[in-house]
């Protein structure tokens, strides 16, 4: 698919707003991100054929993600937010201070780790934050570094949820092997650090298990999906920005690496309907 196909109301090649991530999980990101600017066109990109990101190294995350940076900027994005932690995690910092540059200074790519860091101060009260994510971002200390960067009073406890996201893919989200495995990992992090009361959702997939995590945290542990989070500060950064994107159709192109009949009927997971979804190559 060329930008070609996509002409704007103006009669222009459109610049969608661009939404990464390894496979489905981004979707919860976007969902939020259309909520808050339903005005916007956007392409969002699923590497589903490579995915799961999250138990891969740190230079094949890099090297993915940025496959799948310039195949979103080809189509016409100036602008691609990498709704993924563990490309955040890994792959952006490097993007932006090596690739960017050479590729077009004038384009941007943002990720979900700093928004959601940035909101912290209206979250917690005793500055003792947990974070929950594939063991990928947790092993990556991303989260660590970026929170003692800004908030250097905080502590901050990671755990690795190695279980989650295949509960989620699996369909088992509902089910009560689910409630052992997410008592479990709630349990382990509590023990790190018992004074944790602001507990971040530092993976896309995991919004599904919200109402489980909610179940197992002490009474009082607030429980922070980014989401909504991640799409006001896009909004914002928007408003300050505006050349990014460029008025096209308001809508939603779905594009998978893998089987693009598999991706429609995934998505109804975490968008709560089936969407059709065109299979492109990197
Ligand atoms: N979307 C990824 C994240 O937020 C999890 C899925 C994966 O491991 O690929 O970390």
Redesign the pocket.
């Known amino acids: 698919m060329g930008r070609e196909d996509r002409p704007s109301k103006a009669g222009r090649p459109s610049a969608p707003i661009g939404v990464f991530?390894?496979?489905y999980?981004?979707l919860t990101v976007l969902k939020e991100i259309m909520r808050v600017m339903p005005e916007q066109e956007y392409l969002y990109l699923g590497d589903n054929a490579r995915?799961?990101?999250?138990?891969r190294s740190f230079d094949i995350v890099y090297r993915f993600t940025l496959d799948a940076v310039k195949y979103l900027f080809e189509q016409g994005c100036r602008l691609v937010v990498l709704?993924?932690?563990?490309?955040s995690?890994k792959a952006l910092r490097n993007i932006q201070m090596l690739d960017l540059p050479k590729i077009d200074p004038e384009r941007r790519v943002l990720g979900?780790i700093r928004p959601t860091v940035e909101k912290l101060p209206q979250l917690t009260r005793n500055g003792h934050i947990g974070v929950l994510?594939?063991p990928?971002?947790i092993q990556s200390q991303s989260y660590d570094l970026e929170i003692q960067k800004f908030f250097p009073q905080y502590t901050v406890t990671g755990h690795g949820c190695p279980m989650w996201?295949p509960l989620v893919e699996n369909r088992e989200a509902d089910t009560p092997g689910a409630d052992y495995f997410v008592e479990q990992e709630i349990r382990r992090l509590m023990r790190k650090d018992p004074e944790i009361d602001t507990i971040i959702l530092?993976?896309?997939?995991y919004p599904l298990l919200i109402d489980k995590i909610r179940q197992y945290v002490p009474e009082g542990v607030r429980v922070v999906p980014q989401g909504e989070i991640v799409a006001e500060s896009l909004k914002e950064y928007l408003q300050r920005h505006p050349g990014l994107t460029e008025n096209g159709p308001s809508k939603v192109t779905y594009l998978t690496t893998e089987s693009a009949e598999r991706f429609g009927d995934m998505a109804s997971l975490f968008l709560g309907k089936p969407v059709k979804a065109q299979r492109v190559e990197l």
């Not at 995915?51 to 138990?55: K, L, M, R, V």
Request: proline letters at 4%.
């Open positions: 991530d390894s496979g999980g981004g995915a799961p990101y999250g138990t709704a993924c932690n563990t490309a995690a979900v994510g594939t990928g971002t996201v530092g993976c896309t997939h």
